[in-house]
């Protein structure tokens, strides 16, 4: 199983990120109003009546702004702690309501969503961490700073969403009033690129396939600049903006691994998985599908204290 994600904005002008597998889906944040959440998904083949819940990861509006009009139109569960629901000022339907505990997850059909406190100038500030069996998606925005936290659970991502607000220069140099720029870079602001791409190439898992650049500050960020940075470091992993304006596709997040390259360097294309066990014991069943000899390579390796063989086809 897999996940499929998308952007529906990114940014201080509203922030809505949809997470799924096959038959459930989740919005993280709803920034947007309903008739442009539609508009957007509809746009991408994706519709509402997928959505089974909705999680809020604090109270700034460009998180909230469309919250209690897509929760009563589709009845939908919010995810959302007192403190947010306090800092918002939000009413909402008392019996679509519902609360998370830090690094306890939450069961969407197959879908486990788990919150992690994250240091930002809001009341009780969570990321959340989206898993389908053993594929995990981050959504990592609005961070003052990578605590040990976001390390430990961006080192498990095979995607995620993270912040790369501002480049230092731009912010020093722009327009901004000095209390609004140290607020920015402060500690319980938000991620610099420097902040985030010291994230990125210390953590970054080997099978880390998506990175999708988030909340860009309009003023203090360039796309372009950005996204040079990045995938100057990127390696085997598609670095992406996530853009203020618009949707950005829809990426497919698959469970096993790529970026391993076989002997002649080249990369490897994930053709099959043959068998993945709990237990660190060596294993050596024949692949579940017959390939041509000079075409299978297996690879044995160690994640999470799991022994797996895997087959991939060149
Ligand atoms: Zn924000
Ligand atoms: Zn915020």
Redesign the pocket.
């Known amino acids: 199983m897999a996940l499929y994600i998308t952007s529906l904005n990114s940014g201080s002008n509203g922030n809505c990120y949809y997470l799924a597998n096959e038959d459930d889906a989740i919005l993280v944040d709803a920034g947007l109003n309903c008739r442009e959440t539609e508009k957007r998904l509809a746009r991408l083949g994706l519709s509402m009546t997928k959505v089974r819940a909705i999680f809020i990861s604090?109270e700034?509006s460009?998180?909230i702004h469309g919250l209690p009009v897509i929760a009563r139109k589709y009845q939908l569960p919010v995810y959302i702690t007192p403190g947010t629901m306090h800092g918002g000022r939000l009413t909402l339907q008392e019996d679509l309501v519902r609360t998370f505990k830090a690094h306890e997850y939450i069961a969407i059909g197959e879908l486990r969503i788990t919150a992690f406190p994250k240091l930002?100038d809001?009341s009780e500030p969570h990321s959340f961490i989206v898993s389908c069996r053993e594929v995990n998606v981050g959504v990592f925005t609005?961070i003052g700073f990578p605590c040990e936290n976001l390390i430990r659970y961006f080192k498990l991502c095979h995607a995620a969403f993270l912040e790369a607000n501002y480049d230092d220069d731009m912010l020093e140099r722009g327009r901004y009033p000095y209390f609004l720029k140290n607020r920015i870079r402060g500690g319980k602001g938000h991620l610099s690129n420097k902040q985030a791409l010291g994230l990125f190439t210390g953590c970054k898992p080997s099978y880390m396939s998506h990175l999708l650049l988030s909340h860009l500050s309009r003023d203090n960020n360039s796309p372009d600049l950005v996204l040079d940075l990045f995938k100057r470091c990127a390696g085997d992993t598609e670095v992406v903006v996530a853009s203020r304006d618009r949707e950005t596709e829809v990426y497919y997040i698959k469970e096993v691994e790529s970026g391993l390259r076989a002997e002649d360097g080249n990369p490897i294309v994930i053709g099959l998985k043959v068998e993945s066990g709990p237990d660190n014991k060596e294993r050596t069943e024949a692949p579940a599908m017959i390939v041509p000899a000079q075409e299978q390579v297996q690879y044995r390796f160690f994640r999470e204290e799991t022994y797996r063989v895997i087959s991939y086809t060149l």
């Open positions: 604090h700034h460009d998180h930002h809001a609005d």
